[in-house]
Structures are given as C-alpha cells and as structure tokens.
C-alpha cells in the first residue's frame, strides 16, 4: 500500500465519522414521531406529509415548508409485502386507502398518487439520504466536493462511473420471464425447478431439513440464456431479483467492493425470499494469488466479502444466489466449496432440436413465410448460440422490412445467417484486381481441396467479398451435429485449411499474408491432436496439456506445466511439424493434380465474387469457368431462389441417417 492509498484511506474514514455524527445528531434533534400505519397514510394522503422515503419496511415522512423539515414521522410497515418497487409502495397505499374509506367513509381521497408528493425516494439503506434532509446544505456540497476531489486524484485523468456509496444493484420484482421463454434446455430447467420450488415456500424444505444449495453456478458460452435462466426462475417463483456483474465490484478503491457486496446482501436479505444474479462473477471470483505483481487487495476482499456473506446463509433463509460465467477454469476453488456455490449447472450451446426450438420461441411474434422450415434452419446453423439465433431472426426481420416484404422467408434467413457468422458484408470496401485474383486463389484453394478430402464438410459458399476483417470465405457446414471429430477428419480440416496458402503458392508464385488466420488455426488443431488427443503415435496416448487457458500469471512460475522434459517439447514440436507439412504435401499434390479446377473457379470467382453449392459442383465435375458463368446469369436473370433447396433434397446418406435419427428421438 503507498502513501497516496494511506491518506485516501484515512480521508474516508474521516468522512465516515462526519457521517456517523451527523446521523447522531439528527436522532437527537430530529426525533421523529412513530405512527400507526392509518395515521402515517391519512396523512399522506391529507397532504401533511409531503416528502416519503421507503427503506424497505420503514418508512419516513416530512412535513417540508418552504425547504425546511418541521416534522417527521416514522411508520413500520408490515415485512410481509415487497417494497422494492415504485408500483408496489403506490398500490400498497391505496389498498390502505381503501380499507380505510370503508371504516371511515368520506374521510379519505379515493385514489393516492406518488406523483403527488413533492419527494419520494427508495432510500438505499446505507446510504443516509434520512440524514441529508437534515443536514444543512452546505454540509452535503462539501461532502460530495471532498468525495469528487479524492476520486480526482486517484482516478488520474477522470474516468467517471464511481458511485462509492450505491449497491449498484439492479432489483426486479414481478419479472415476466418464465422457463417457457428459454427452449431447448430442458435439463437445466428441470435442475432449477427445484430451486424455483424451495423459493416458493422455503419453509416446506426447512421443516424436512433439506439442505437447499445456497449458490448456483451457471456455467456456458456467451450467449447461451444464462441470465435468461435466472431471471426466469425469478420470474416463476415470483420473487425479486436482485442482478448485479461482478465487474461493477471491481473499483480502484479498496474497500468499495466489499461494502457493495455487503450492502447487496443487506438489501437481499430485507426482501427474502429473492435471487441475487452475480453475471460474470470470474472478475471478482478469479483464483486469489494469481495474477502478477499483486496488487489485487480489491478483488480479492470484493470475494472474501461474498464468501462471508454465502457462510452466514441461514439453512432456511430464503436467498439463492445464481451466478453466471464462461470461465469456471479461473475460479477461486473457494468458491465451489460446500454452502457456496455447490450446484454446478452446465448451459451449452443448443443441439439441432434446441436450435429449432429457440428459432420458434423468437418468431412467435413476427410473421414468418409458410415455406420457411425451422428444421432446416437450425440443421445449418450448428454451433449457434441461443443469443445469435435470435439475432439471425432480428438480422431476416430487418431485411425483409428493407425490402418491403410483410413476410420473413428463407432469403432474408439465410442471409441472416451469413451476417451474423460473419460481421456486416463489406461491399464498399475497395479491392484492386490483383487483390482480387489472389483472394479468389486462395479461397478457391479452399474449396477445392474441401471437396476432395472426403472428410470435410460440404462447402456451401465461397466468396470473395470481404466480411469482418476477412477478404473472402468458404463456408462448409455440417450436415450433422457431430461434435466428435476423427483423426483421418482433422488431417483433411488441416489440409483444407492450408488450401489457401498452397493455392497462393503454386499460382501467383508469392505468398501474402491474408493466410496468417488460417496457419493459426492449423496450428491450433495439430498441437491439440499432439497433445491432447493423443493422436501422435511418437508419443502415445499421453495428454500432455490441459484444455485450460493460459490465464495471467497461473503458469508463469510453474514452467513444467504438463510436467515432460524438454525431450519431450521438442519432440510434441516435430510431431506438431509433422502434421501439418504432411498435410501441406498432400495439398500441393491435389491442388497440383487439379489445377484447371482451380483456375476454373477463380476465374468464376473473380467474375461473380460469390458462388454456391450447385456452381461448386459443376467446377468440380470439370465444367469451364466460361460454361459456369452463362449458367449463372441465365439463372440470375430469375430471382434467386430458396436457397435452402439443395440442403432439403436429402442428396447423401448423411440426410437419410439424421432423419431416423430424429424419429428415434420422437419415440422416447
Ligand atoms: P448469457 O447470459 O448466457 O450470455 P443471455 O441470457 O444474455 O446469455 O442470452 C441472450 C439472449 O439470447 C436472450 O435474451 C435470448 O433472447 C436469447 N437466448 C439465449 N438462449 C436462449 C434460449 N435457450 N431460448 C430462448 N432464447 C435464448
Ligand atoms: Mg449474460
Ligand atoms: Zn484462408
């Protein structure tokens, strides 16, 4: 800790003493009078309160003439309503209002309104706006001058958002979202319908002595529903959700976190039973003592904090914390442990059926076309996430308004798809001609080779209009879900891949840079088939590397991290060599061997700058690059039609299989 921290400390702790006493004076001088819940409504509804602030069940009302408080008063409302909303006090007061008009008739207004108050404020419990009313202006300009002056000098060149105080917390009650808004997990929900259970009646489990897991992790890629799952079990159980991400926590003063953690839990415990939502908790919740050069004191209390605050759980308190990550790997084991977050539920990217399901929950309220089929959809879009698949459908939704259709049809889907695989379409972007023919080489090379090794997905596309910070692509996709992908399959993928190189090589006699993405990705597979999928049989069915990411710091100091020699490195290095120069000989082989093909296509590419799967194979059967363009403008002269037409003709065995497959799966 330097010097500056030390003062900083030392001046927010003066600023708490200042506080302190200023709470201690406004409990002497400002006594407030204590009233029964129809006084405390009567007269606010009566006008004679004016100003009203909701902590919760404890309510605080003014008398305020001309900017000075002449009375106070308090009331206790009673804990079994929920306060954490606008709506909620507002209805509460006026079922108030109305049992009191039928005691009393005539004596009171018909309807209250909030709006009808000159202030009203959910008070922060800790925050201490009951006291700001009572201390003299000036007193809170200074505070909030001295607070901005430290956040100055520490922040440097002012970077803004630095609320010390507030929980930063978001709360909903009454959320709408239910388990049938998420599709195609039904596992996860099935999990979490027994949290949703416990939360409805808590008491029923505590009677039993069931322990309920205080803390569920939810594990997945972005874009999977994981928010949307916590909220849904809110919204079923039809408690509050308090949300917050840990990477609000993170703040540059010390201290600061773990208070909001502290105020957050504060907060959740008023309003059980509820749901705290921690999104990305790996920013607060990554292993302590890593990292290099320290200096992680924040982080690490903002957890501690969490972890104190989980241990106090009461066996039957009625919270659940739900917390959201796509790297458990870098969480702190502290975290996992018994009482914390020990139910551990995986969300994965949606297979075909989820894929289908999901595209169905998202159109329900868009028009779609009758021949649109989802089925379809969802088989060529494998490795979507939930998130990506509804943006496909906004993507299709916002074509077809563009192009004044009142219907969605597969069109404006596919070319959803393509966008959001692969970032906006870049026409404007100038391409001189020589680029031109190289980029059409090199994607060529791809394509070709994908369609003589035969176990390479089919190629749907190739094109040589630059998307995202590629000059072209060739998109193969799989006709099947296969996650599971076999040696003689990863050589082909490796020689595909260095298609683009290799055709750059053998034609243009150069070679760019435009191949550095593809290298990589070689590289990555072979490494992993060498050390991971003990794929090699130098060194056998040994796996020598984790799946785990290199995280700051983790592996620094720890230079054996698989534990083999340094032998045993050069040798994964020349096997990892091997690999990909065997792959390279081959492609320089079939590239050679089919050379006309090549040139066939780039010269169609350049030409036509996107091809599909029906040119594709025309090239491959030997048609002319000439024959393939008038085929194309004679056909482009007619709208493009479905595009979906050659993967819905079951043309492999590949369809055939996948569809008993499915009507398996309809028999369960
Ligand atoms: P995560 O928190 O895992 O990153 P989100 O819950 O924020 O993902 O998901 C983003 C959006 O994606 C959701 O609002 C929803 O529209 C959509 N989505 C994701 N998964 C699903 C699903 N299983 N069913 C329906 N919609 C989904
Ligand atoms: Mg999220
Ligand atoms: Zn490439």
């Given at each position: ?14 600023i ?14 400002g006594?407030?009078?204590?009233l029964?819940?129809?006084e ?7 006008g004679?309160?004016?100003?009203l ?20 008063y308090?009331?206790?409302?009673p ?8 709506q909620?006090?507002?209805?509460y007061?006026?079922d108030?209002?109305?049992q ?27 925050a201490?706006s ?9 007193g ?24 010390i105080?507030?929980?930063?917390a978001?709360?909903?009650s ?13 596992e ?22 069931a322990?309920i897991?205080s803390?569920v992790?939810l594990?997945g ?10 909220k849904a ?6 408690v509050?959700f ?5 990477s ?16 957050l ?16 908790i ?11 050069g320290?200096?992680?004191?924040e ?6 904090q969490i ?17 959201a ?11 996992l442990r018994?009482?914390?977050f ?27 076309a009758?021949d649109v ?5 969802a088989?060529?879009?494998?490795g ?21 259709k ?26 001189t001609?020589?680029?031109k023919?190289?980029?059409?080489y ?12 035969k176990?390479c ?18 998109m ?38 435009g ?6 990705h070689?590289?990555?597979?072979a490494?992993?088939?060498v ?8 060194l056998?069915?040994?796996?020598y ?6 995280f ?5 100091g ?5 534990g083999?020699?340094?032998e ?9 060599r ?14 050679k ?11 169609v590419?350049?030409?036509?700058e996107?091809?599909?799967?029906e040119e ?36 492999s065995?590949?369809v ?12 369960e």
């Amino acid at each position: 800790m330097n010097k500056k921290t030390k003062t900083i400390i030392w001046i927010i702790v003066a600023i708490f003493a200042i506080v302190l006493v200023g709470i201690l004076i406004s409990n002497i001088f400002g006594s407030a009078k204590t009233l029964t819940i129809p006084e405390f409504i009567g007269k606010l509804a009566s006008g004679e309160i004016n100003e009203l602030y909701v902590d919760a069940h404890k309510w605080t009302g003014y008398t305020v003439v001309d900017g000075r408080v002449t009375v106070a008063y308090t009331v206790t409302m009673p804990s079994i309503y929920d306060f954490s909303s606008f709506q909620a006090v507002e209805e509460y007061i006026n079922d108030c209002l109305k049992q009191l008009a039928q005691i009393n008739p005539g004596s009171y207004p018909e309807s209250f309104s909030l709006m009808m108050l000159s202030r009203f404020e959910m008070a922060d419990p800790n925050a201490g706006s009951v006291w700001s009313s009572f201390m003299p202006l000036l007193g809170v300009v200074l505070v909030s001058l001295m607070f901005w002056l430290i956040m100055r000098s520490a922040a440097g060149a002012g970077s803004g958002n630095m609320s010390i105080n507030k929980t930063k917390a978001h709360v909903q009650s009454n959320l709408k979202v239910r388990f049938s808004d998420v599709a195609g997990a039904e596992e996860e929900k099935e999990e979490l319908a027994e949290v949703v259970e416990f939360l409805k009646s808590p008491k029923k489990f505590a009677v039993l002595g069931a322990r309920i897991p205080s803390g569920v992790l939810l594990v997945g890629p972005p874009g999977t529903g994981k928010t949307l799952f916590a909220k849904a079990v809110a919204g079923e159980a039809g408690v509050p959700f308090f949300s917050v991400s840990g990477s609000d926590f993170v703040e540059m003063y010390v201290g600061v976190g773990a208070k909001r953690v502290r105020d957050l839990f504060d907060m959740a415990k008023k309003n059980q039973p509820c749901i705290i939502f921690i999104d990305e908790i790996d920013a607060v919740g990554r292993r302590r003592g890593a990292g290099l050069g320290g200096g992680h004191d924040e982080r690490e209390q903002t957890l501690n904090q969490i972890l104190v605050q989980m241990d106090g759980f009461e066996a039957n308190d009625g919270i659940i914390v739900i917390a959201a990550t796509n790297r458990e790997d870098i969480l702190d084991p502290a975290l996992l442990r018994p009482g914390r977050f020990d139910r551990r539920i995986n969300v994965n990217l949606p297979d075909v059926k989820g894929r289908e399901q999901i595209l169905k929950v998202h159109a329900r309220n868009k028009p779609m076309a009758t021949d649109v089929n989802f089925k379809t959809v969802a088989r060529i879009t494998a490795g979507f996430s939930g998130a990506e698949l509804a943006n496909l459908l906004n993507e299709a939704a916002i074509l077809a308004a563009r192009a004044g259709k009142k219907e969605i049809g597969n069109l404006e889907l596919y070319d959803g798809i393509n966008k959001v695989l692969m970032g906006p379409q870049k026409k404007s972007r100038v391409v001189t001609e020589s680029d031109k023919r190289c980029t059409a080489y090199h994607e060529a090379g791809h394509a070709v080779l994908a369609c003589l090794c035969k176990n390479c997905d089919p190629v749907h596309e190739v094109s040589i209009i630059p998307r995202g910070r590629a000059a072209g692509y060739t998109m193969t996709r799989p006709e099947t879900d296969d996650n599971d992908v076999s040696y003689n399959k990863l050589n082909d993928i490796i020689c595909m891949t260095l298609g683009g190189r290799v055709a750059e090589e053998l034609v243009i006699q150069d070679v760019t840079t435009g191949a550095s993405a593809d290298l990589q990705h070689v590289s990555n597979i072979a490494r992993r088939m060498v050390t991971q999928w003990g794929m090699s049989d130098k060194l056998g069915l040994v796996a020598y590397d984790s799946d785990q990411p290199v995280f700051m710091g983790m592996e620094y100091g720890n230079q054996s991290r698989g534990g083999y020699s340094q032998e045993t490195a050069a040798t994964i290095d020349s096997e990892i060599r091997r690999l990909i120069s065997e792959a390279h000989e081959r492609a320089i082989k079939l590239l050679k061997e089919n050379r006309s093909i090549l040139d066939n296509m780039s010269r169609v590419l350049v030409e036509k700058e996107t091809i599909y799967t029906e040119e594709v194979q025309m090239l491959m059967k030997g048609a002319d690059y000439k024959e393939v363009i008038a085929y194309m403008d004679e056909r482009d002269g007619a709208p493009r039609k479905n595009p979906f037409v050659n993967m819905t003709t079951p043309s492999s065995e590949h369809v055939v299989e996948e569809e008993t497959q499915e009507q398996d799966n309809k028999e369960e």
